[in-house]
């Protein structure tokens, strides 16, 4: 079976695994470490709190320094409310492309990497596999991950981050901070606006100051830092509130992230909007006990940046081929994460961001072939 031809068994494998961050990833991990097993490879696994999910780290070829990570995340966006026209959950191929959830984000680049460690594990320098848990809400499993790593594998060369970059070499991207807002009212008949607190109405004008200030974030961009878009963003993605439409509402939440460029500081930003809930929450208390406010922070990302990063690019760019400048991306990854634990971080993989969370998610075939070429020079290099 050809490098190509053992990736795409393995792609199949991978999406038929629902690891939609809600759910358990353990099934595919436990995969994973069987395939590491038949290679000679121990894996290590790094668990989260409730033991449901799990990082794993495992290093093919020798303990040694100057090796590569190759790091990718399990976990993938819910299907719920899109409109697929297959199981998202089976491969598909059709006109040159696969279709399916996670193809592209990014089980298309753990499948290249995976297929590849017969080779890795004969070379002279390790290559270091890394694959996390709920990296798409907020990159919270990484950092234990990461943690453990820095403690234990001899120091790399670099670490690679595959999310889906058409193979181009991408040395900054932006950092994401994710909070729920909670807001407690008090239940009455909507006639009686006087007699209780529609929790709704208060999510509402906080929301309202939210795209205020998404507003003011756009103002102030600089066009010139590289980012599509440049400015900080400030969006709300999920909003729930009220139980029926006579009833001034006794409960309301959003969820919103903040992503910011380097440079930008999440915590000022949001520091008059977390006084306002703070002095919203002493108000709604002072009418009623049971009603309030509540902020709470999910998670925090840093940014990537190109900083110490030439001898990273050099590197990848003799395994891509390209001569093209690195880039920089809008969306938050771990990369952030590795580079601050010390690890000089790109980010490379095969597949485009502009397919990843959409209905009918694709990766081209010749995406994997490059990814193959990557995979089979990475070898090489390593060998």
């Not at 393995?10 to 358990?24: A, E, H, K, M, V």
């Not at 991950?145 to 060369?157: G, L, S, V, Y």
């Not at 999920?238 to 006579?246: F, I, L, P, Q, W």
């Not at 940046?305 to 690195?326: C, H, I, K, W």
């Amino acid at each position: 079976m050809t490098d190509l031809a053992t990736a795409r068994h393995i792609l199949d494998t991978l999406i038929g695994f629902d690891t939609t961050s809600r759910n358990s990833n353990l099934v595919l991990i436990a995969w994973v470490e069987e395939y590491l097993a038949q290679h000679g490879v121990a894996a290590q696994r790094v668990p989260n709190e409730d033991g449901r999910k799990a990082n794993l780290f495992a290093t093919c070829g020798p303990f040694v320094e100057g090796g590569v990570i190759l790091s990718g995340h399990t976990d993938v966006v819910p299907i719920d409310g899109q409109d697929w026209s297959s199981d998202p959950w089976v491969v598909r191929e059709e006109g040159g492309r696969l279709f399916g959830r996670g193809v592209a984000d990014m089980k298309g680049f753990i499948a290249l990497a995976l297929a590849f460690v017969p080779r890795f594990v004969a070379g002279k320098l390790p290559v270091h596999l890394a694959l996390s848990y709920d990296e798409e809400v907020g990159c919270q499993g990484a950092p234990s991950m990461i943690a453990r790593m820095a403690e234990t594998i001899p120091q790399p060369r670099l670490a690679i981050v595959g999310e889906p970059s058409l193979m181009g070499i991408i040395t900054g991207h932006k950092g994401i901070a994710v909070h729920e807002v909670t807001v407690r009212g008090h239940a009455a008949h909507s006639s009686l606006v006087d007699h209780g607190i529609s929790a709704n109405a208060v999510a509402v004008e906080l929301m309202h100051d939210l795209l205020a200030l998404a507003e003011e974030l756009r103002a102030r961009a600089d066009p010139a830092n590289g980012f599509d878009p440049p400015q900080a963003t400030l969006t709300v993605g999920v909003m729930e509130g009220g139980t029926a439409s006579n009833i001034l509402a006794g409960h309301a939440h959003f969820q919103f992230d903040l992503r910011c460029p380097p440079g930008e500081d999440a915590d000022a930003i949001l520091a008059p909007f977390k006084q306002k809930c703070a002095a919203l929450d002493a108000e709604l208390k002072g009418m009623f006990a049971d009603a309030g406010v509540r902020i709470e922070q999910h998670a925090s990302t840093p940014p990537m940046t190109p900083q110490g990063s030439d001898d990273a690019v050099a590197f990848v760019r003799a395994l891509t081929g390209e001569n093209t400048p690195p880039g920089q991306v809008a969306f938050a990854a771990e990369g952030g994460q590795f580079q601050a634990a010390g690890f000089p971080t790109v980010i490379c993989g095969p597949g485009s961001i502009e397919q990843a969370h959409q209905p009918d998610e694709w990766i081209a075939l010749d995406q994997l072939e490059k990814g193959t070429a990557f995979m089979a020079r990475l070898a090489e290099r390593l060998g």
